[in-house]
T-cell receptor, first 114, second 111 residues
Framework: DTEVTQTPKHLVMGMTNKKSLKCEQH?????MYWYKQKAKKPPELMFVYSYEKLSINESVPSRFSPECPNSSLLNLHLHALQPEDSALYLC?????????????FGSGTRLTVV | AQKVTQAQTEISVVEKEDVTLDCVYETRDTTYYLFWYKQPPSGELVFLIRRNSFDEQNEISGRYSWNFQKSTSSFNFTITASQVVDSAVYFCALNDYKLSFGAGTTVTVRA
């Protein structure tokens, strides 16, 4: 299995809703990442988990809450989002936190906040 | 601090033409890794090539080749004999402690 699987592929949520994005990999990678990508922009790093511990938080607002229950699973909990949070959310994994071997990205979740 | 610059916003070519994408990077680290990723309309980022800062050997892999020049901090990428399926956004990325992307170059290959 050489894939990063993200669910759901599309999500529409209201500003008062609570939802979660899920990311899963079974490649034995020990580092996992959340990126946010606005239209016609490059991906921007949000969070890094290394060996199931949060190692980088790029000053992301608290309405985004990451969780790494185990080495194969990464969640992003969403609460009280704003319309400007609408974007493609990409999950990635790498063998280790040094990322020397490259990153494997999922196909993303397209989030629309209404 | 690190920075990746892709000066070309869009490139349009006719099928079978070669396409060269420019990338200039900036970092204070002596150990770093450079990547090229392709993002088709479906959204998934597809890994193409990786090069570390200690290896300036340029290579060819199928229709892809790259030119890494540490002296000019450039990591250019060429698609030879382009095909319509090569149409996508191409990102150059630099990793020292985190992966940072350039702005991307949209490549359109016309039949």
């Amino acid at each position: 299995d050489t894939e990063v699987t993200q669910t759901p592929k599309h999500l529409v949520m209201g500003m008062t809703n609570k939802k979660s994005l899920k990311c899963e990999q079974h490649m034995g990678h020990r580092a996992m990442y959340w990126y946010k990508q606005k239209a016609k922009k490059p991906p921007e790093l949000m969070f890094v988990y290394s060996y199931e511990k949060l190692s980088i938080n790029e000053s992301v607002p608290s309405r985004f809450s990451p969780e790494c229950p185990n080495s194969s699973l990464l969640n992003l909990h969403l609460h009280a989002l704003q319309p400007e949070d609408s974007a493609l959310y990409l999950c990635a994994s790498s063998q280790d936190g040094q990322s020397r071997y490259g990153y494997t990205f999922g196909s993303g979740t397209r989030l629309t906040v209404v | 601090a690190q920075k990746v610059t892709q000066a070309q916003t869009e490139i349009s070519v006719v099928e079978k033409e070669d396409v060269t994408l420019d990338c200039v990077y900036e970092t204070r680290d002596t150990t770093y890794y450079l990547f090229w990723y392709k993002q088709p309309p479906s959204g998934e980022l597809v890994f193409l090539i990786r090069r570390n800062s200690f290896d300036e050997q340029n290579e060819i892999s199928g229709r892809y080749s790259w030119n890494f020049q540490k002296s000019t901090s450039s990591f250019n990428f060429t698609i030879t004999a382009s095909q319509v399926v090569d149409s996508a956004v191409y990102f150059c990325a630099l990793n020292d402690y985190k992966l940072s992307f350039g702005a991307g170059t949209t490549v359109t290959v016309r039949a």
